[in-house]
């Protein structure tokens, strides 16, 4: 499949591993580049809550004007304050030198790119019921967004994140945010893949165009391939404008079929909003069960916490009464309450060595899936930097000092409340207390218990309980009308400013850049070459562009981004005459 360029930017020095940034993020791993900038997994030395794990993105701005950098650092407040379990978290952002900083939650799944290239790789596909349950994550996520009037404008694989087995949407408003002109974000996206034919004919952006891009990731979720594909950028522009809409394997039901067609609609007019979608008997029947299986989940967890507490509580209870049975005379109630306290020490050591098992199991599981999808995050800087505290990932262990932010150390409750309740009712009489004790259906803890159970962290059902509340109010509620929340405005009004520089710079990286693949006098023959061909399209539509491409076939992606850096530059033609007044070219 050809990959666009995800336009590389910035001069600024990268961060060594160990720097520190804003006095508080330890740099501990380069993750990436994107089109924006350098992206590191750091450490928060300051982390309150928790996660110290977290993703600095450094986005080098060129010469940014004032009122650019207060535009951008006002909107980027405003991002923080939305929360939403499908939403990445935007924590905070910042001015270092002349970058633009953003850190956000840290996914250490990575991203749905990687996992549905993982997918394609082992020859696999991904099961209906995975797919419903990251769409309908997707889709709650877009309708908290777009009900607050933030559209994401960059909605892909590369920008939906995993943790955990839940999707986060990552990046949403940041585009404009960092484009200043909401126009241009919305040209300047690194992949055509997802555009939608209405901003292909330059006809604006809106929340109908975010449903598009998840139509085109929900075909990707089951095809792993794209909804619209070409040998080169024109073809791939045609078919989204005028082309087929793409049909679903046929190992996926029609119903979920005809959610793709009707989000695939080339009428932004006609293609549903998130609530409608959401609303649909077929969406409302998946989520009820999404909510069953979530309520089991974490429930189950919670239980098994909170089982492995009170069996602690009672524990410590025990070793008192053991060691006062020493010195005295112990009362048949008191050697009842012994037998009771010991089959319940006697249940908590198996259920702590579950909980260890369990621990050890995902632990091992995670350090698989790092190591595949982490080539760069080493386990080194993991495990060091969980020296300082991560646990978001750790399951409740009773041996486990550092908790997960939230869960309580089980040794800090309150343990003569717990340890007594239960236990007053047993009769002071040893013949009736010997009845009671077989009566009371103390379990037995037996080794066929249920070994499947999920132990989860803190922030995980958290997580959880968020998305089930979110489910429930879409269930509940009456989408049809307004907005049920207050809109938070993220763009203040006023006409749109253009961080031109940015834009440049942006331009002139990705020209560096296949020129140097190409060489210079290969790179102007096709950068000429496909601008002719180009214009003959437009005027006479003439197909040229494929014939110019022939001669590349050993680099057919250095072709895609030569035709990919004439859009740009056409674009920004463009937006600078709409900007000045002048008539579009
Ligand atoms: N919050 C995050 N958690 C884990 N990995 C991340 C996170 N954010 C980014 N990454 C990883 O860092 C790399 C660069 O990400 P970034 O979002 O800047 O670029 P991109 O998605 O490749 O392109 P674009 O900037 O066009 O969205 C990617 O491999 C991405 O998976």
């Given at each position: 499949m050809y990959k666009f360029q995800e336009v590389g930017s910035g001069q600024a020095p990268p961060p060594g591993r160990g720097s520190l940034v804003a006095k508080r993020y330890s740099i501990l791993q380069s993750l990436g580049r994107g089109s924006f900038g350098s992206v590191y997994l750091v450490q928060d030395n300051k982390a309150t809550d928790g996660e110290e794990l977290k993703v600095l993105k450094q986005i080098p701005l060129g010469d940014l004007r004032p009122d650019e950098t207060v535009r951008a650092t006002q909107e980027a407040h405003l991002l923080s304050q939305l929360h939403h379990p499908a939403i990445l978290t935007f924590y905070h952002s910042f001015l270092e030198g002349d970058a633009f900083c953003i850190v956000t939650e840290f996914c250490q799944d990575r991203d749905l790119d990687c996992k549905l290239e993982e997918v394609r790789q082992a020859g696999r596909s991904l099961p209906e019921l995975q797919v419903i349950d990251w769409l309908i994550q997707l889709l709650l996520g877009l309708h908290y967004m777009h009900d607050r009037r933030i559209l994401h404008r960059d909605l892909k694989a590369k920008n939906v994140f995993l943790k955990r087995n839940l999707v986060k949407i990552g990046d949403f408003g940041v585009s404009c945010l960092l484009m200043g002109s909401c126009d241009l974000?919305?040209?300047?996206?690194?992949?055509?893949?997802?555009?939608?034919?209405?901003?292909?004919?330059?006809?604006?952006?809106?929340?109908?165009?975010?449903?598009?891009?998840?139509?085109?990731?929900?075909?990707?979720?089951?095809?792993?391939?794209?909804?619209?594909?070409?040998?080169?950028?024109?073809?791939?522009?045609?078919?989204?404008?005028?082309?087929?809409?793409?049909?679903?394997?046929?190992?996926?039901?029609?119903?979920?079929?005809?959610?793709?067609?009707?989000?695939?609609?080339?009428?932004?007019?006609?293609?549903?909003?998130?609530?409608?979608?959401?609303?649909?008997?077929?969406?409302?029947?998946?989520?009820?069960?999404?909510?069953?299986?979530?309520?089991?989940?974490?429930?189950?967890?919670?239980?098994?916490?909170?089982?492995?507490?009170?069996?602690?509580?009672?524990?410590?209870?025990?070793?008192?009464?053991?060691?006062?049975?020493?010195?005295?005379?112990?009362?048949?109630?008191?050697r009842m309450r012994l037998r009771k306290l010991q089959a319940a020490d006697e249940k908590a050591r198996r259920l702590r060595k579950l909980a260890e098992e369990k621990y050890e199991e995902i632990h091992t599981r995670r350090r698989e899936l790092r190591s595949r999808h982490f080539e760069k995050v080493s386990l080194d800087v993991l495990n060091e930097s969980r020296e300082g505290g991560d646990c978001q990932s750790r399951p409740i262990s009773v041996q486990d000092h550092r908790l997960p932010s939230g869960s309580q150390p089980i040794w800090e409750q309150d343990e003569g409340k717990t340890s007594e309740s239960g236990l007053q009712d047993i009769p002071e009489d040893p013949q009736a207390a010997e009845v009671y004790y077989n009566q009371d259906g103390f379990d037995s803890c037996s080794e066929d218990e249920d070994t499947e159970t999920l132990y989860l962290s803190d922030p995980q059902v958290s997580e959880l309980e968020a998305m089930m509340k979110h489910m429930q109010k879409v269930l509940e509620e009456d989408l049809s009308g307004d907005p049920a929340e207050p809109e938070v405005p993220l763009s203040p009004r006023g006409p749109p400013t253009i961080n031109g520089s940015l834009l440049e710079t942006r331009i002139q990286h990705l020209r560096e850049s296949v020129r140097s693949r190409l060489g210079s006098d290969v790179f102007q023959k096709l950068y000429e070459n496909l601008k002719e061909a180009r214009w003959r399209w437009r005027h006479d539509g003439d197909d040229s562009v494929t014939e110019s491409l022939r001669h590349l076939e050993e680099q057919p992606d250095a072709g895609f981004q030569v035709d990919q850096l004439l859009f740009y530059e056409e674009e920004l033609q463009r937006v600078r005459h709409l900007q000045e007044g002048r008539p579009p070219v």
């Open positions: 974000a919305t040209t300047f996206t690194g992949t055509p893949y997802y555009m939608s034919p209405e901003v292909l004919n330059h006809q604006g952006y809106d929340s109908k165009s975010d449903i598009w891009a998840l139509g085109c990731l929900l075909y990707e979720m089951c095809s792993l391939t794209h909804a619209f594909q070409g040998p080169n950028f024109l073809s791939v522009v045609m078919k989204i404008v005028e082309g087929e809409t793409p049909t679903l394997p046929s190992g996926y039901s029609q119903e979920l079929n005809s959610v793709m067609q009707r989000m695939l609609q080339k009428q932004p007019s006609s293609r549903p909003s998130a609530a409608e979608l959401l609303k649909t008997k077929f969406m409302e029947d998946n989520m009820k069960n999404m909510k069953d299986r979530f309520v089991f989940v974490s429930s189950d967890g919670k239980k098994d916490a909170e089982l492995i507490a009170k069996n602690m509580q009672t524990k410590v209870h025990l070793q008192t009464l053991m060691e006062k049975s020493e010195v005295e005379k112990m009362t048949p109630r008191e």
